[in-house]
């Protein structure tokens, strides 16, 4: 019993870390920038797709695949800002308009993706797929540690960023007062479009380190999607640490349940925390009042 | 004056529907109608809070499918006829709609649009572990025998559907053009400004989201009759929920008459394409209309005819003076 319990939770933290890369890019979106990038998830299944075409093609490895893509999708978060931007936020309609835009930009993707690729569920083959270490009686799948530990130290990368640089500060900045950091001679609109080129540069990652996890057909995406919102929200909308704390805890929950009641009630688990914390700590858990 | 043209215009609609089901006798019709006055009545529904005050709902299909799974629950325990399966349906979903709304409304716009998508996926949950209601298999529902005074249960489904087209764009239209209508548009303006004027937003807020979370009861209720197969995929399907955004969107959120045109519209091309191409390239269609219509035309098709027509009358009033 004691050691069915301790290998959910360990499950359940090599899981959270990976919800992490998930949720990183929304909690730079969502809780810092203000926009609600709802196609997030979606376009993590996308760099799902490239490692697994690169991967099936010249056998390179999903995890080097997703650092080589992110550059390009930082490019492709830049020009999605661009496009947010003269046509929502300049004159002011990102609230309806802005969740719709996105919206629909989640199903052009999710549906060009079954008519490339169909619905079968696609995998990547490496090397560390199928190994497990073990310590004492506890499993430590390498399917799974892989991700934990690319996942933590983007997460880690990406916090250090925001709190120590110029740009990251410009970041963190531009979402509490946008007027102060033009007065320091910082442009609001090239910040943000750098903000959400990171956003969407971290999707590339935790979309290969995903399909290492688990094989992937295009609608998986919207599993992510009240995962990823559950876990910013209980992290306190745009805190780096507090999305890891709060992955880590959707992570162990999921795991639990999963484990003691049956996979199938998993999707709820974040869904329900996720309410709950709306209802009565709209600021996060680990979110200041 | 207005008035009256809106009525007489009702009442051809339930006499077209019902001309309908004598001279059509191909079944086909029926089926695609009845989609497209479902997509109608969710469009109406959801334009009722998202395009009125700007809260946006993402969840619509979980509403859809609580009122589906109602009814099936209701025909299989007690055999209810359609019409009061069709009110409870409205009660629980309103009910859903008021919780919710109680819960987020009085948040940011985003979290309720996140609860809402959340709420779809723990109902999705709950009836996928529900075997009594078919769980993850699915359930099979009979038509019953009786279909009152049509010639088959598929002509009296499609009737029930016009009337409550009907319905759901009546009571949007009074909603918009009442004083609750003027409230709502005041909350999507400026709601601080609202509020400070004396505008009970909450309270409007809330009975907003209780009609169209009625209204989404409603539009699914008679849906397990209709296709009479059940599952959890076909009840939570992801059409239902982009169409719900993407009606009103395209046909306009700020008049009671845009996701009327918005749904006749789409509908009508989606079941075009659905019949004549493929299912997943309807869906494509769909997103790429939402996007195409967002960014550059917010207002929607019911603006640009409310555009075009004070156009006219500014040029008009030009050559007057």
């Known amino acids: 019993m004691t050691e069915l319990f301790i290998n959910a939770v360990v499950s359940g933290l090599l899981l959270g870390g990976f919800y992490a890369a998930v ?54 978060g830049m020009g999605l800002y661009r496009i947010y931007y003269y046509s929502f936020e300049r004159t002011g309609q990102e609230s309806l308009s802005g969740l719709a835009f996105f919206f629909g930009l989640m199903f052009i993707i999710e549906v060009c993706l079954i008519l490339t690729f169909g619905v079968d569920y696609r995998l990547v083959s490496a090397p560390y797929i199928g190994q497990t270490w073990k ?4 499993d430590f799948p390498l399917r799974m540690t892989v991700p934990f530990i690319v996942a933590v130290v983007v997460t880690l990368a990406v916090y250090f960023y925001m709190s120590k640089t110029f740009q990251g500060r410009a970041i963190m900045a531009v979402s509490q007062d946008r007027l102060a950091l033009q007065l320091m001679g910082a442009d609001p609109v090239k910040v943000k479009q750098s903000a959400l080129g990171i956003a969407i540069a971290t999707a590339a990652i935790a979309g290969a380190l995903l399909i290492i996890i688990q094989p992937i057909e ?7 999607i009240g995962r990823a919102f559950a876990i910013v929200v209980l992290g306190g909308m745009g805190s780096i640490s507090g999305t890891l704390m ?19 009630w998993a999707p709820a688990v974040s869904f329900g925390l996720l309410l709950l914390t709306l209802a009565f700590r709209p600021q996060g858990i680990f979110g200041r009042a | 004056m207005k008035i009256n043209g809106f009525w007489i215009g009702v009442l051809i609609v339930l006499a077209l529907g019902y001309a309908f089901t004598f001279f059509v006798d191909n079944e086909f019709y029926f089926f695609a109608v009845y989609v497209v006055l479902q997509g109608l009545i969710m469009a109406v529904a ?34 209810l006829p359609l019409p009061l ?21 009085r948040l940011k716009g985003v979290y309720f649009a996140i609860a809402t998508l959340a709420m779809a996926i723990v109902f999705e949950t709950v009836a996928n572990n529900w075997e009594y209601v078919g769980g993850a298999a699915g359930t099979y529902v009979l038509q019953p025998e009786n279909s009152f005074f049509f010639d ?130 309807n869906l494509l269609v769909v997103g790429s209309l939402l996007v195409a219509f967002i960014t550059l035309a917010p207002q929607g098709i019911a603006g640009l005819i409310h555009d075009l027509k004070n156009g006219r009358q500014k040029a008009k009033d030009k050559s007057h003076g």
């Open chain 1, 23 to 76: 949720a990183l890019g929304l909690s730079i979106t969502f809780g810092q920038l203000d926009i609600v990038n709802i196609a997030h998830p979606t376009i993590v299944i996308f760099g799902a797709y490239i490692a697994y075409i690169l991967n099936e093609t010249f056998g390179l490895d999903p995890v080097l695949i997703g650092l080589v893509f992110a550059p390009v999708f930082y490019v492709l």
């Open chain 1, 135 to 138: 310590i004492g009686f506890v």
């Open chain 1, 218 to 224: 295009p609608s998986v995406g919207r599993l992510f």
């Open chain 1, 246 to 264: 709060a992955a880590l805890v959707i992570g162990v929950a999921e795991s639990l349940i999963s484990t003691f009641y049956g996979p199938s």
């Open chain 2, 46 to 79: 959801w334009n009722v809070l998202g395009g009125f005050t700007g809260y946006v709902n993402f969840g619509s299909a979980g509403f859809f499918a609580v009122g589906v799974y109602t009814s099936i629950a209701l025909n299989k325990a007690f055999a």
């Open chain 2, 85 to 105: 399966i069709i009110v409870a349906s409205a009660c629980i979903c309103g009910l859903i709609g008021l919780g919710t709304g109680y819960l987020t409304l």
């Open chain 2, 152 to 281: 088959s249960y598929v002509e009296f489904l499609f009737m029930v559907m016009v009337i409550l087209a009907v319905f759901a764009t009546a009571l949007s239209r009074y909603l918009s053009i009442s004083k609750i209508g003027q409230g709502l548009a005041a909350i999507r303006d400026d709601e601080t400004a609202a509020e400070c004027m004396g505008v009970p937003t909450l309270r409007l807020k809330l009975i907003s989201a209780s009609i169209m979370g009625g209204l989404m009861g409603i539009a699914g209720a008679p849906f397990p009759f209709f296709i009479s197969f059940v599952d959890p995929l076909s009840a939570f399907s992801l059409l239902i929920a982009v169409n719900a955004i993407a009606m009103p969107m395209i046909g306009g959120t700020a008049y009671w008459y845009g996701p009327v045109i918005g749904a006749l519209l789409l509908g009508t091309i989606q079941e075009i394409t659905t019949v004549t191409i493929s299912s997943e390239l």
